[in-house]
Every structure is written in C-alpha cells, then in structure tokens.
C-alpha cells in the first residue's frame, strides 16, 4: 500500500531533521529572540508551498511572524489576433531586481530577521533577497532541500543557491526531486516532503523561542484558536501586547 510507504519514508526525513538540524534549530531560535528583544522583527518570505500558510496567523503560533506578501500581476485584456505569439512565462521568482524592490518597499530593517522558504533555492527571487537583506544587516536563515539544490545550477548571475547566500541554513532533508515514494510504472516519483519538513522546522524553531523569551522574562504574544470561548478578546489582547512589544 503506497500510503504506507509514504507514512515510512516521511518518517525518515522528519527522523533526518531531528538527527541533524538541531543545531541550526537553536542558532535560528537564539538569534530570532535576540531580534525580537531588541525591536527587530521576524520576517517569512516562502517562495514554496507552506510556510506563509502554515507559520502566519495558526494557533499556538507567534504573532511575532510576519509575512512579506508581495503580488506582481499585468492586466492587459484584448481581443483574439490569429497572429498573437506564444509568449515564455515569466515567474515572479525570476525577476531580475524585484528582490531588492521587495526588501526597500517592505519595512525591514537592520537588525531584523529575514526567514527565506524556497525547496530548490536556485531561482532568482530566494537568492537575491537572501543577498541583499545581508548588505541590508539583516540575519537571513533560509530554509532548503541541501541535496536538492546541490544537485541543480543557480539561475542567479553570482552562481549561488540558498544555502551558499544566507547566515543560517536549515535543511529540510528532502531528496533529490522531493519525492517520497517510487511508483511501478510512473516515471516520477510522487508525495513530496519539503512541505511537512519546512512545517516540522519552522514550529520547532518557534517553540525554542517561545522557550527562549519565557527564559529572559518575556512573555510572546500566541494566537488562541477563534474556536476556543473568549479568543476574541484574548487575541485582541495579545496583539496590542505585540504592537507595544515586539514578542
């Protein structure tokens, strides 16, 4: 059964992390708390599939995550020509100069922390930003498949990948072509792990700094669920304590 065989090699690579990302775990965690305690923020920018859903806004989660939204979109509505040309599509991650556009409209700052999410961490967008937030005095902890991107070419002009560009690197220990289960009679493999190891990684990281802020005497803002009786106005609470704050 193909759901067992995923449930057993997904095992292993949440086992990889835990054998081998424990120290990038509590580099990350140390230098996010140190941010947040001197008025820096914690920035989430996920060129992937998870981590701006699954680290912004989720119970139990620090409200000290803050997305970098960016939307990049040309309305040119026409009518049909016979003679209109197959275009190439341009993917907002391999835009030339967008990167440091993104990094002077947001509001980062030095001192703050920039957290980059791209699995192959070869494309422009991932790279740039993680090279020029550095300049920009920012902490950059990136967030990558290693193997993965060892394995492919960087479409960035200086020849590096995510994990040769940023301060921090955590490995999300996927495979070559982040596929978990090999399928007789496909050519590819199929159930990726990158999205549930970036989630793996991304709560453990929040919960040493939870641990971390509770230690020097700072209490974070944590979303209760809406579900939960009384969230409204706990919520409401802990947000204000996180303007005023910081954590």
Request: glycine residues 10%.
């Amino acid at each position: 059964m193909l759901s067992l065989s995923f449930f057993s090699n997904m095992k292993q690579v949440l086992e990889q992390i835990e054998s081998t990302q424990l120290s990038g775990i509590e580099e990350s965690a140390q230098a996010i708390t140190r941010s947040l305690v001197n008025g820096g923020i914690w920035h989430l920018l996920d060129t992937g599939h998870m981590l701006m859903y699954e680290g912004v806004g989720r119970t139990g989660g620090l409200m000290a995550v803050r997305p970098v939204r960016v939307t990049v979109d040309v309305s040119n509505p026409t009518r049909y020509r016979e003679t209109d040309i197959a275009k190439k599509k341009v993917y907002m991650d391999e835009i030339e100069g967008l990167p440091a556009f993104i990094v002077n409209k947001s509001n980062m700052q030095a001192g703050d922390i920039l957290m980059i999410g791209s699995v192959s961490g070869i494309n422009v967008l991932p790279v740039e930003m993680a090279l020029y937030a550095r300049e920009m005095g920012l902490t950059v902890i990136g967030i990558t498949a290693v193997a993965y991107s060892e394995f492919l070419k960087s479409a960035h002009k200086s020849g590096k990948r995510l994990f040769e560009a940023c301060d921090i690197v955590l490995d999300n220990c996927s495979n070559v072509g982040d596929t978990t289960v090999q399928v007789e009679g496909l050519d590819v493999g199929i159930c990726p792990s990158s999205g549930i190891a970036a989630a793996y990684l991304l709560w453990a990281i929040q919960a040493r700094v939870v641990e971390l802020l509770i230690e020097a005497g700072k209490a974070p803002s944590v979303y209760m669920s809406n579900h939960m009786p009384g969230a409204g106005p706990y919520n409401s609470e802990a947000w204000t304590k996180y303007e005023k704050e910081g954590y």
